[in-house]
Structures are given as C-alpha cells and as structure tokens.
C-alpha cells in the first residue's frame, strides 16, 4: 500500500522512480570533452594570473635600455621588448589586468542587467517603462561607439575603459534578462507563488534566479571572450591601460613597432589572448550543452 501510495507522489513531484539524480554542473562538465578543456585551461590561466602579480622572474615593468631587443636566452626566454624589459614577465604579470578587466566587466554588467531586467519583468507599468525607455536609447548607439565616447570623455585608463564597457553593455543585457523573467514569471510555480501572497524578493530569489542564472551563465562566459577582445583592442588604441602597466593589449601595441625585428613582443601577448579567449569560448559551449541537457532531461 505505502509503495502504490508514494509513486503518484513522487511522480507529482517531477521526480521518475528507479532514475539516479541528474549529475552536477562540475560533473557534466568534467565529462563533457570541451568542457573539461575549457574549464582546466581557464582555472589554469586564472591561477597564473594570480600568481603573476606577485612573483614573476624579472621585474615586468623594470626597463634595461642596454639590453633592448635581446634574443631569447636562458636568461629571458622570449628575448626583451624595445625598452629592454623582460617579455615574459611583462606578458605573464599582463594577465591580472587584461583577464581581470574582463571579468570585472562580465561581473558588472550581469549585476546591472540582473537588477534592472528583474524589476523591469517582474513590476512591469512605469518601472518597466523607464528601465526600458533607457535602454533603448543606449542601445541606440553602438556599444563601442558608446564606449569610445565615454573613454574619451572621462580620459583614457584602465579603470574608466571597464566602467564604460559595464555601461555600454549593460542595455542589450537588461533587455534579454527582463524577456527571460517575463518568460519565468508565467511558470505554474511563481504564478502560485504570487497567489500565495510571496512577496517580491521571495519571488525573484527563490523562484525566477534559479530559471535565469544557467542561461546567464552560458552568455556570460561566450562573452567573456569576446570582451577580453574589446578590452585588448581599447588598450592597443590607447584607450585602456597606460604606462609602465603591463597589459595585452598595450604590449600589442609596443611590440608592432619592432615586429620585424622581435616579433616574439606581438606573438607572446596575442597568444595568451588567444588562448584565454579559446578556453572561454569552449566552456561556454560545454554549459549551453548542459543547459540543453538540463532542458530536454525534464521531458
């Protein structure tokens, strides 16, 4: 009887007798070819970048005008730039700047559009109204554009180019996190939820978040790459970091004017941007798997 009972129950609860739990989302991803790739290549990266702001083998921003353009030695394995300084090292203590401006950059917008697309989705009348009013006048303009202007308006550095990108791809963010609430909001369990008398905060926190945030996890680490591009080329512009800080994009942009001669000063730093934005763009495959996975498992 207890048997007969309890499997209209367990079936009500979404749950398939007889099947193990579906795997986490480190499981999958350490099973997934990719994924695994990705998520090792970029933790990788990460604790390189960590360390690199502490110790590296020469002083990355210490210049040696006597040893300009040296050749790869066992003393600088890929040589030094046009000031003498030590490519490695430079290249290596780069990465906290260029990797962590992304990320700062991935972060922020995220937390504006989370804010902003929730409120709008979920409160709807004049909130939405403005939120959007807003956002469709910044996405008037392109988010470069948008950020050139701001860069030059506020004077070049690396802190300002990461505020203007947060404010120039916040809008388009907005906008896809308020269509998904709006898409979450009409699910059986918040419209129960609401009929309940849940307020707002419980809503969003323990019902509409858990349906977005793989989504978001998906957009944020395809854009990841795509975003260490655009610091990396604002910087090569003269729009990001300034000297003597080291940075991939900068490096870039020392290094063309000796590339004939040491092209090593433009190889190191773009493959590490190529690389970085590589191990991004195959973890975002892997979690756009997992979300089809996660989706279609519930059928």
Known sequence: MGVATAEPVVAAAGIRPGLKPRMSTVEHLLRHPSGRVGLFGLLLILVLAVVGIFATPHDPNAANVVNKLALPSWEHPFGTDYLGRDLLSRSWNAAHLSLGSALIVVVGVLGVSLLLGTLAGLLGGVVDAAIM??????????????????????????????????IAQAPWYTRVLRAMVLRESTKPYVLVARVHGAGVASVIWRHVLPGVLGQLAVLASLDLGSVLLSVAGLSFLGMGAQPPDAEWGMMLSDGRMTFAERPLAMILPGSCIFATVMMANLLGDALRDLLDVSAGGSK
């Not at 009013?133 to 990461?162: H, K, N, Y």
């Open 133 to 166: 009013r807003v956002a469709d006048v910044l996405l008037g303009l392109p988010s470069l554009i948008l950020a050139l202007a701001l860069v030059g308006l506020l004077g070049p550095s690396l802190q300002t180019l990461v505020a203007a990108m947060v």
